[in-house]
């Protein structure tokens, strides 16, 4: 008999037995650390595919940022651009100012620098022909002028009337200096007799004369006391007449101060002639 | 000489006898245990593992994958079942290269147990997925004449289970057996190899009959998915 029931007993219960212990010690362990480690790849897996999903919006706010840096970048830009064109026109036009207004100035400073020219060379030729003048009638004294002259100094001392020549008779009378009578020559003693007489006429009194002679006295006689001045002289029309031109001179520059800026040179030639 | 280790008998007492074929069947199970029980020991959860442990997956993994390429959709229910089934005959035809190791498997009475194991089981899968009238309901499919021929094709199977089994096992036990006595020399170690490989062959083949009758059973509303392995 191959088959012994006994033993297919107990084969069968030892399998029994076998199936459970190898649930117990084999399946069970090992499939839970299977479980164990598949759960732990999926949590590792899930957290990688948050990590990547993380990282690819971080990228993507990277990237629009990154594109937002850019149109901010290029904006700043244009609008520096726009800025330095601005500027560099105010600065041009600044400079145009600047150059326009020195240009001005330096115009007005030439105008002013030919003016003071006209002025200089105006005053120069005046006092040329003045002292052209005082020179030719200092040449030209003569006795006969000089006589002349004295004449000319006793009848103007004649002249004298009214208030003047009150005062000057007072004052000859009161002074106890002498009247001095200044002259650009020397007086002949007929002359001074001549003076000393008229004197003598005018306040009917003897007074005491000194007679100097004065080169500054362009071809004149003065008579000064105790301050008071009574004189003929050359020098006397040359002033009158300095004053008179000086004054014609001065007219006309106020008259045209802003006509000659643009006719220098002929204001210049003009001047010359 | 012996023709199963059933008959060397160490004790005995009446009907209850403990002989070689129980000896060495629970000294296969206690390979088993202790190996498991020291290796699922320290079981890491991590990514680095033992290479031990990384076996024990490994075939743990491939027998599930086994049992759902047969078709049953929850492999894991089916697993202790039929993974146990092959891990123990494996075992058995492994421990041959053992001297004076006789596998368990060369005995027609561990055949037909394990054999009427299967023939229970397939049932009672059958009964616990679509419920005991469904389960029965598959006999008289596709026609009440089919009943005494299903019956028989049930019991039929398990026999060839069982003889089919003891048949290869007892084969190269014997075949080692009678060679030692003509050419005690290199030829044995040839056929302990093959018979290395046809008990490796044979806990397949059962093991995966099984579950293709766990799958007709539990499969029982597709009557042409049911087949019957020729082997």
Known sequence: M???????LAQAINFLILVWLMKRFLYRPILHAIDEREKKIAAELADADA??????KERNDFERKNAEFDQQKSELFSQATE????ERQRLIEQARQAADSY?????ESLRIDARNLDKAFIQRTQQEVFSIARKALIDLAGVSLEERMCETFTDRLRGIDGMAKARLTETLRSSSDPAIVRSAFQLSESQRQ???????????????????TAPDVICGIELTINGQKIAWSLADYLSSLEENVDQILNNKQMITPGAESNSKDTHLAESHS | MRLSPDELIFWQFGFFKINATIVFTWATMLLLIVASKLITRKLSTDLHRTRWQNLLEIIVCGIEKQIADVGLS????????LGTLFLFLATASLCTIFPGYEPPTGSLSTTVALALCVFVAVPMFGIEAHGLGDYLKSYIEPTVIMLPFNIIS????????AVRLFGNMMSGAMIIAILLTITPLIFPIFMTALGLLTGMVQAYIFTILAAVYIAAATRIRQPNSKSDGAL
């Open chain 1, 2 to 8: 191959l088959i012994d029931w006994f033993t297919v």
């Open chain 1, 51 to 56: 990590k990547k999903a993380e990282a690819r």
């Open chain 1, 83 to 86: 800025d330095a064109k601005a």
């Open chain 1, 103 to 107: 240009t001005t100035k330096r115009q």
């Open chain 1, 194 to 212: 001549k003076i000393q007489q008229t004197f003598s006429e005018i306040i009917a009194k003897e007074i005491l004369v000194r007679f100097e």
């Open chain 2, 74 to 81: 929850h492999p894991l229910k089916y697993l202790s079942f």
């Open chain 2, 154 to 161: 049930e019991l039929s199977r398990t026999l060839a289970l």
